[in-house]
Nanobody, 130 residues
Framework: QLRLVESGGGLVQPGGSLRLSCAAS????????IGWYRQAPGKVREGVSC????????YYTDSVKGRFNISRDYAKNTVYLQMNSLKPEDTGVYYC???????????????????????WGQGTQVTVSS
């Protein structure tokens, strides 16, 4: 059984940066494709970024492209989401998710038609405000 725990959220001013961590336990994370999602108050969950473990391919939704970066530390069994140039509209609870499908990363998977990862973390709050 894979367990995911997010951390690193907080309050940041517009233009600032945060790095979210998704620490895995129970199984090696390199066997899993990863997704990052967020949910703002009163809104549906939105896919932000994903990485498939087969070849390291990454995908970012248009609103975060060029500002966010997903990476892994295999030694720490942890995935990160580096978020730069943060905007108020980036506010929300951020979740990481993992799936044993090594190819599980695409625009469709991040959309409301997908998001069927087997494992989810509990979320970490990110608030971008002055």
């Amino acid at each position: 059984q894979l367990r995911l725990v997010e951390s690193g959220g907080g309050l940041v001013q517009p233009g600032g940066s945060l790095r979210l961590s998704c620490a895995a336990s129970g199984l090696p994370l390199d066997r899993y494709s990863i997704g990052w999602y967020r949910q703002a108050p009163g809104k549906v969950r939105e896919g932000v970024s994903c990485e498939r473990t087969s070849d390291g391919y990454t995908y970012y939704t248009d609103s975060v492209k060029g500002r966010f970066n997903i990476s892994r530390d295999y030694a720490k069994n942890t995935v990160y989401l580096q978020m730069n140039s943060l905007k108020p509209e980036d506010t929300g609870v951020y979740y990481c998710a993992a799936d044993p499908n090594r190819y599980y990363c695409s625009a469709e998977i991040l959309s409301s038609l997908g998001q069927l990862h087997d494992y989810w973390g509990q979320g970490t709050q990110v608030t971008v405000s002055s």
